[in-house]
């Protein structure tokens, strides 16, 4: 269970044209809004869905996906005078006294599941920006954090509909595996097994074998 922030995905970096002295004014308020969840190797569920399933993966991650508008997104330390910059920080059930706390620069951030005490039930996904200090960015007309929630819940893989997790591994790999051996097997060796050796064997033994012998032998002594 994580108490503090973990960062993820911090590979953004200023650049040397970017160096984050500009500090012209953003076209408009930062807003923020999550989109949809995206569990490991699930399927996605959109804002308005009923549930979401835990990912597949060992963490059981279910990835948020953000909407983000007039933000510019930065690791600590990297904004500079820029305005209207920073991350983003998610909070799984911030009223429970053990939340998952998870802090990123990117609109993709990664909900590690397995470190609840328990993954499964209802769940708030809690997402505010933060500024360049890590502190909560606040709107300076509305004077409020900028935020958003969603309240969901959290089922184990196929309980939302989706494929679970045996159908997903183990279809693509019986169906070669049965069909091919099985119809080949049988029907190649049924059919050319029985056919070919039956019919020779009768029809040529039967036939030559009474024919010569008989009509020879009765007509010359009859006549």
Avoid: Y
């Avoid at 909560?136 to 997790?165: H, M, N, S």
């Amino acid at each position: 269970m994580l108490g503090a922030a973990v960062w993820a995905a911090l590979s953004v970096a200023a650049c040397s044209d970017d160096d984050g002295s500009s500090s012209a004014a953003p076209p408009g308020p930062a807003a923020l809004r999550i989109d949809a969840l995206e569990p490991s190797g699930g399927p996605r569920a959109s804002r308005d869905a009923s549930c979401v399933e835990l990912g597949r993966d060992p963490r059981a991650t279910i990835g948020v996906v953000l909407e983000l508008e007039h933000w510019t997104l930065r690791p600590p330390g990297a904004c500079g005078s820029t305005l209207q910059c920073g991350a983003v920080r998610l909070t799984v059930d911030p009223e429970s006294s053990s939340p998952l706390v998870v802090a990123s620069a990117t609109a993709f951030v990664d909900a590690p599941m397995n470190t609840l005490g328990t993954p499964l039930g209802r769940h708030t996904f809690h997402v505010a920006l933060v500024g360049d200090d890590g502190a909560p960015f606040v709107d300076r007309k509305t004077r409020q954090p900028v935020e958003d929630e969603l309240v969901i819940e959290v089922t184990a893989p196929g309980g939302c509909g989706g494929a679970p997790l045996d159908a997903g591994t183990d279809a693509p790999s019986d169906a070669p595996a049965d069909a091919p051996s099985d119809a080949p097997a049988d029907a190649p060796s049924d059919a050319p097994a029985d056919a070919p050796s039956d019919a020779p064997a009768d029809a040529p033994s039967d036939a030559p074998a009474d024919a010569p012998s008989d009509a020879p032998a009765d007509a010359p002594s009859d006549a």
